[in-house]
């Protein structure tokens, strides 16, 4: 079973607004990753937030971390066509070593 | 620089066919390697990963295995495919972070 949950599935925006995607998961984490994947590619490493952080930020990326309620946000702002792809975001646990679990991801599509 | 390099990039077989798979990792050494296989529109399923040569660990039975016969290269592999092995793989690797690397991946269709 996949620990994390994106939400929404999908996301359909105007260029320029920004984009809000949420993670939820269910075990204690080391940290939290987000991902970004291009159709048909190989997945990006965006971000990591550690299990001790709430906030991190890079570029127009925004995450959050809520440990507490075990969510985390990725807020891409004033979004653009080129970041029409999907998300997901990755958790790392305390006692499993480098290994990542992924959520089912984020559909966004930015229109022009 | 690392690159990590994977093909084919994509792959038609029929039921019953092998199957092997490669992923090559430069610029670096001693690697933790993943495969992992992503179903349409879902998100990644990991299947195996290794911490060094020979070392392959499972997280779900299937009709796969996996080798690492050197240091920067993973295998995956299949003596005879069937219609649900159908998927996009993907070989990631790590080293001494948690942050993944991702290779451009191979699309497998099994008919």
């Known amino acids: 079973s996949q620990q994390g949950e994106e939400d929404p599935q999908a996301l359909s925006i105007q260029e320029g607004e920004n984009a809000t995607m949420n993670c939820s998961y269910k075990t204690s984490i080391n940290n939290l990753q987000w991902y970004r994947q291009n159709s048909g590619r190989g997945l990006v490493h965006l971000i990591l937030?550690?299990?001790?952080?709430r906030e991190k930020h890079s570029g127009r990326l925004r995450v959050t971390l809520d440990t507490s309620k075990k969510s985390s946000s990725l807020l891409i702002t004033a979004s653009r066509a080129a970041d029409t792809a999907s998300y997901f975001c990755a958790t790392a646990g305390n006692n499993a070593g480098n290994m990542l679990t992924f959520g089912g991801g984020t559909r966004l599509m930015v229109k022009p | 620089s690392q690159t990590i390099h994977q093909w084919p990039a994509t792959l038609v077989q029929p039921v019953g066919s092998p199957l092997s798979l490669e992923c090559t990792v430069e610029?670096?050494?001693?690697?933790?390697l993943y495969w992992y296989r992503q179903a349409a529109g879902r998100g990644l399923q990991l299947l195996f990963y290794s911490v060094g040569i020979g070392q392959i660990s499972s997280e779900v039975p299937q009709n796969l295995s996996a080798s690492r016969p050197q240091d920067r290269q993973f295998i995956l592999s299949s003596k005879k495919l069937l219609l649900s092995d159908s998927g996009f793989y993907l070989c990631?690797?790590?080293?001494?972070?948690?942050?993944?690397?991702f290779g451009p991946g191979t699309r497998l269709t099994v008919t």
């Open positions: 610029g670096t050494s001693n690697p933790n």
């Open positions: 937030i550690r299990s001790n952080e």
């Open positions: 990631a690797w790590d080293r001494y972070s948690y942050e993944q690397y």
